[in-house]
């Protein structure tokens, strides 16, 4: 049965998206069969996965509000990845579900049914703490806070802990923090190597992975060419983050 994944910060930038496709290739490597689920009306993992969100004629939103069976609306790719993919419509469930029954648990309702097709799902969150990611909140076992390593990005890190924290005395008791995890680090700079210390300190209490994913022009321009990172010619040394907690995630489990 999948152990369920939310990547969440609403800080926008800060390499949800980028983690959850990289992370999701890497487990797929090492023989765990995994279901990434985009939960962000841009539609970024769907494009990295190689769709064409636009494009697509069902996605996650006729789950959501019309009830599609998920596994109509599952796309996989070369790189072994299954896909519940979005587009722009996911922008409107939000309002439609307003006064939707369980709205919270739409998302919960969808994985359910899934749950026992894989090892892991992993729910890319989008940069917000709307109804979207309290669903994604409710539906996962634990979360990962990708932090992009700025002062900024961990000022915002205190307010998806609240939440956190709200959706697990409401909806969701289950759910755990699993770990912060560093992303864009230039170890080349004083800031970089601050922020590192300071995540530290400022959350203690929490699991700082030892993986942290350095800055490379290469995420980006893997991400335009639609490959995971560890296809890129030259090798990219924050490639090697991802591999080392999908190996983490596996042993855990
Ligand atoms: N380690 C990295 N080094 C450099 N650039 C990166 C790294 N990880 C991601 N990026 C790039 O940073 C940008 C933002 O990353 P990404 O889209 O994954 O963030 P996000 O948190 O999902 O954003 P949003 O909040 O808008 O959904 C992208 O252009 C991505 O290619
Ligand atoms: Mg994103």
Redesign the pocket.
């Known amino acids: 049965m999948a152990t369920v994944f939310v990547l969440a ?1 609403q800080k ?8 959850t496709y990289n992370l999701g290739v890497a487990l797929a490597d090492i023989g765990q069969r995994v279901l990434l689920l985009d939960l ?1 009306p ?1 539609g ?1 993992l769907t494009y990295c996965a190689g769709f064409e969100p636009e494009d697509l004629g069902k996605t996650i939103y006729h789950c959501l509000v019309r009830n599609t069976n998920p596994r109509e609306v599952i796309v996989s790719n070369e790189y072994g990845v299954h896909l519940l993919p979005a587009n722009i419509d996911l922008s409107i469930a939000e309002f439609q579900l307003i006064n939707a029954p369980a709205r919270e648990r739409r998302v919960t309702r969808i994985i359910n049914e899934l749950r026992d097709d894989y090892d892991f799902i992993l729910i ?1 969150s ?2 917000s703490l709307g109804l979207l990611t309290m669903n994604a909140l409710a539906a996962a076992d634990q979360v990962i806070i ?1 932090v992009s390593c700025e002062y900024l990005s961990v000022r915002g890190t205190r307010a998806l802990l609240k939440l956190v924290a709200k959706v697990k005395g409401q909806l969701n008791s289950r759910l755990t923090v699993a770990g912060i995890l560093p ?2 680090f230039d170890s080349r700079t004083l800031h970089g190597r601050e922020i590192l210390k300071l995540l530290e300190t400022e959350f203690a209490d929490l699991h700082l992975y030892p993986h942290t ?5 290469r ?2 321009e893997s ?1 335009a060419q639609r490959i995971p990172v560890f296809e890129t010619k030259i090798q990219v040394p ?1 490639a090697l983050a991802y591999r080392e907690l999908a190996r983490d995630l596996v042993k855990n489990k």
Do not use: L
């Open positions: 910060n926008g930038g800060v390499g949800k998206t980028t983690s962000d841009q970024g890319d989008q940069p990708p992303t864009m994913v350095a800055r490379s022009i995420f980006a991400a924050g």
